[in-house]
């Protein structure tokens, strides 16, 4: 089992940056790649950016491209997103998750950190 922990959220005014953080509890050898995901009220889950923790191989939606940046530190078996040039569509409680080698979906997540732009 691994336990995600991210932290980092809070209320930023728009164009404004914040950077947050995803520390897992331990690595194993089967994680593939992390991820960003986000969920704002009313609204689906939607993929924000990932990164594979060998190559550090990164991906962004259409959406942040540009504007946020993944980024991990394997050594403290944490993943950053900085977020720059926040907008209030940005608002959403984020997440990070974990996918192991072989799967199509992340299989381990964490609780969420809120993130608030104000206009």
């Known amino acids: 089992q691994v336990q995600l922990v991210e932290s980092g959220g809070g209320l930023v005014q728009a164009g404004g940056s914040l950077r947050l953080s995803c520390a897992a509890s331990?690595?194993?050898?089967?994680?593939?790649?992390m991820g960003w995901f986000r969920q704002a009220p009313g609204k689906e889950r939607e993929f924000v950016a990932s990164?594979?923790?060998?190559?550090?191989?990164?991906r962004y939606s259409d959406s942040v491209k540009g504007r946020f940046t993944i980024s991990r530190d394997n050594a403290k078996k944490t993943v950053y997103l900085q977020m720059n040039s926040l907008k209030p569509e940005d608002a959403a409680v984020y997440h990070c998750?974990?996918?192991?080698?072989?799967?199509?979906?992340?299989?381990?997540w964490g609780q969420g950190t809120q993130v608030t732009v104000s206009s």
């Open positions: 998750a974990s996918r192991d080698q072989g799967r199509s979906e992340y299989n381990y």
């Open positions: 331990r690595r194993t050898y089967s994680m593939l790649e």
């Open positions: 990164i594979t923790w060998s190559g550090g191989t990164t």
